[in-house]
């Protein structure tokens, strides 16, 4: 059963609302031209501080996309899902697709929730780690918004591990060689 634009607007500003307060910056993304589906885009809570007037690039965002799952197979709903995204921008050039498969499995191994995965940018030039979290919800009920935040914070605590260590065995792969 699909979500409704109304749904998940809906479920989007409770979301919003609550992680805005405890200073969490997230924002609806309207379904249209920049993404096929209404999402929710979340600053992941990190230990890095910046000064307001201070430019920071895209490599420094930890940004997250978080949207809600259509279970479009089934006609009624017991439980629903948020799925949160967030793509890790590290140079991953002097590493091979098996040795950034094993740093992944190694950090999987060590994540206390959610995953990380390799993809390929459209170009099929460039491989691209990504993080991410699925987030139950009871249907009929907004998601507990508590649990989000804390998922969130989670999140980019291990967001911020992964750049790290991808970075540092990048530099060792190109030391190697």
Known sequence: ????EQEKLEEF????????????AAEIVPK????????????????????????????????????????ADTEDRIAKYLFCIAQIPVD?????????????????????????????????????VNYRVTIPGVEGEFFDEGVVADVLFEMGTSYEIAKEALMMANENCKNRR
């Open 1 to 4: 059963m699909a979500f409704s």
């Open 13 to 24: 500003s409770n979301l919003c609302e609550f992680l805005n307060d405890i200073k969490i």
């Open 32 to 71: 249209g031209m920049f993404v096929p589906e209404t999402t929710m885009v979340v600053s992941l809570p990190s230990s890095e501080e910046y000064d307001e007037d201070e430019e920071i690039t895209f490599e420094q965002v930890h940004l997250a996309s978080c949207y809600l799952v259509d279970l």
């Open 92 to 128: 991953l050039s002097s590493m091979n697709v098996p040795e950034i498969l094993l740093m992944l499995n190694e950090l999987n191994t060590k994540s206390r929730i959610g995953y990380y995965f390799l993809t390929e940018t459209e170009d099929n030039q460039l491989k691209q």
